[in-house]
């Protein structure tokens, strides 16, 4: 069974920095798994915007380049979201995701959610201008 749990979400302002996390539960060392960071806002579907496969291999969505910043901390079995300059559009529910263990890697880690098993509850940011 594999768990993920976030937090570090809350409410800044615009121009401001959050910082997410998200510790892996799971029988399975966590250098098997790509991990993943998606948002999603209510009537929209889920948008993929950072990803962190095993290797080191990190992949971003256009629009946080250059503001987000995806690691993993391996001895602490969790997945990081340095989120710098913060716009009110990034306002959003932020859910980790894990793809199924033992996978070969990718090339890019996917920001797709039918590569990815389990998510987290999420945990809201909201961005006030």
């Known amino acids: 069974q594999v768990r993920l749990v976030e937090s570090g979400g809350g409410s800044v302002q615009s121009g401001g920095s959050l910082r997410l996390s998200c510790v892996l539960t799971?029988?399975?060392?966590?250098?098997?798994?790509?991990l993943a960071w998606f948002r999603q806002v209510p009537g929209k579907g889920r948008e993929g915007i950072a990803a962190?496969?095993?290797?080191?291999?990190?992949n971003y969505e256009e629009s946080v380049k250059g503001r987000f910043t995806i690691s993993r901390d391996y001895a602490k079995k969790t997945l990081f979201l340095q989120m710098d300059s913060l716009k009110p559009e990034d306002t959003a529910i932020y859910l980790c995701?894990?793809?199924?263990?033992?996978?070969?890697?990718?090339?890019?880690?996917?920001?797709?959610?039918?590569?990815?098993?389990?998510w987290g509850q999420g945990t809201q940011v909201t961005v006030s201008s």
């Open positions: 799971s029988a399975y060392d966590f250098n098997t798994f790509c």
């Open positions: 995701a894990a793809d199924d263990p033992g996978g070969l890697g990718y090339t890019t880690p996917p920001l797709t959610g039918y590569h990815y098993r389990t």
């Open positions: 962190a496969d095993f290797d080191g291999r990190t």
